[in-house]
């Protein structure tokens, strides 16, 4: 088995630098978009043959180190009591957004195991189907990015209505967290249980908080799944974007690795994450919608950023974006390993 | 004439704090909700009766230091050649986006003392009206935001398009900008002329850039509008949001004042910019949407962390959300008064 993915998550020395990317599997490429002309996402998320099918496209095609599970940040709320659908050119809309204390009781501590089995019928099928070629990640949302979902009622630029919760109503933006921890460290648990041998938490959106919302508010909740998930032995990613004023605080809340985005040269960035953790990125994902020239070159100084210690994975600071042309992603994989080897 | 705005642009001592705000006039306030019931905001922007009674409205109302100018950062397009309108819930709308060469090397130079007169009539009836109770803020967008929103035909959140011409077009992306940046210099002399006694270029969504690319893509475009205003005589003050970053950058490209938002402390953002520039910012706007305890000792911290040196400019970090109580924007801005004091 190509093991550089997890050595290199735990700051063991490796042949080259391993890379996936976020979103590897997706609309720019064309395997992607002929199962989503047939399916919503939400069937391919449900449907453990499809994800599974989904999950291992950019493994056949691409030559990274690591699998993700083809799953969507906001699973979990169903089932908790916040259905959401996705409508085109919106995003996710939540039908009822949690906006008070009543909101916040009637939701449900859901078992995972019983909620979203098709979740981890999906992993024990692309464990089976990967055969040890490279590990399976899995993954779930951070408490404030599911909370801002599910207050926002979907996707926001100012987070006016998340903040004003945990402004004003404190003590039900911590009920809510709470929550949301519980069942999402339930949620990675099973997923390890099932097969994932690693898992990233998406805290996306915590770069709309300054520093001391982000202790007061975030850490507590995060800190309680990465310490559930880390007990269970995998590796654990914490991601976010925008985060340069927030990774020492990142670093704080836990994790083997903390994933950041372009907006930070990676070597200032593992300086303030320090020695002590791995790190994760950081290309700037628009660079793949650009010449392969300036590609590659982005890349080799991420790569020169990162040189020096072991512990570096390599990936884009956010998604791969829907118009990506799929052999510049091939190239970039490449040259990450031929440049690192 | 209360000069406390201008002597802190110059880091000069001032008896107590100046204090304004990103969107002071807007759809938080009841007096400006009842002049858009009535008028689209493209009209009030063209009416310079609209226009100057809604500038006025924050200062009547508030206590602010100084008052700006009620505009659009769009303005400009039409004139060049790129025409826009306000689609409800969705913000700005570009009917034919900027993306290739020929769209660039269609645009016009145009001299913003013939296209847009309205806002030069605005500028001299605010100045007699206020008749020197505060000073008069002028503004523009910088070509990075502006070309953002040209590119993109509107809003958005990856700057897919933008970074992909920048990246892709590079000497296309230097041909809009400098075509950007020729008319906004006028633009701003133009409004000194008017009578405009300090000006802000809003670069509002150039944190999507690295550090990097900002020097290549951003900074010489920038810098060039900035020295153009500076020689007038007036302070420039030079804004972004998710800056932190790229403020040593933003302070290099120019300008007197560097504008910050909340999302880095203000004495590592001021440390970062240099002692020999102001500051201005940087409450987080979503603090007036929660309770007055929590939005004052929010402001404490900001007075606190300025402390020590002239050249400090309260604000928020961006602007005024539609849903703040306007109470709390008054008592925002009394506190800063008193606190300073």
């Known amino acids: 088995m190509n093991d550089n993915f997890l050595r290199a998550c735990r700051r063991e020395p490796v042949d080259v630098t391993p890379v996936w990317f976020m979103r590897q599997a997706g609309r720019y490429m064309a395997e992607y978009r002929a199962i989503r002309a047939r399916h919503t996402l939400l069937d391919i998320c449900r449907r453990p043959d499809l994800a599974a099918e989904v999950t291992l496209q950019p493994v056949e095609r691409l030559e990274v180190d690591a699998a993700i599970l083809f ?68 993954f779930a949302g951070a408490p404030f990015t599911l909370a ?43 997923q390890v249980e099932a097969g994932v041998q690693a898992v990233q938490l998406f805290d996306s959106w915590v770069g709309a908080l300054c520093v001391r919302d982000y202790h007061e508010f ?80 982005g890349a080799d100084r991420v790569l020169r950023q990162a040189a020096g210690r072991p512990g570096h994975i390599f990936n884009l600071g956010h998604g791969i974006l829907p118009e990506t042309p799929v052999e510049h992603v091939q190239a970039l994989a490449q040259f990450v390993h031929a440049r690192s080897a």
Chains 1, 2 share one sequence.
């Open 148 to 190: 801002s979902y599910a207050v926002e009622g979907g996707a926001s630029r100012s987070y006016a209505r998340t903040k004003a919760l945990m402004y004003g109503e404190p003590a039900v933006w911590h009920d809510l967290c709470d929550t949301l921890a519980a069942v999402v460290s339930e949620y990675l648990l099973a």
């Open 71 to 138: 799953s969507d940040l906001l699973l979990p709320l169903e089932p908790m009591g916040i259905p959401f659908d996705f409508v085109k050119n919106e995003g996710p809309v939540i039908e009822r957004p949690v906006r008070a204390a009543e909101d916040v009781s009637r939701l449900r501590r859901c078992d995972p195991r019983e909620a979203l089995p098709h979740v981890l019928a999906t992993i024990r099928l692309v464990r089976h189907e990967l055969d040890g070629r490279v590990p399976l990640i899995g």
């Open 218 to 297: 975030a850490l507590p909740h995060t800190t309680r799944i990465l310490r559930a998930v880390q007990a269970s032995g995998v590796p654990v990613i914490h991601f976010g974007t925008g985060t340069a004023t927030l990774l020492e605080a990142m670093a704080a809340a836990g994790g083997d690795v903390v994933g950041v985005d372009w907006r930070i040269p990676l070597d200032e960035a593992w300086e303030r994450i320090g020695a002590d953790k791995a790190v994760q990125g950081n290309l700037d994902p628009t660079l793949l919608l650009g010449p392969i020239d300036r590609l590659l070159a």
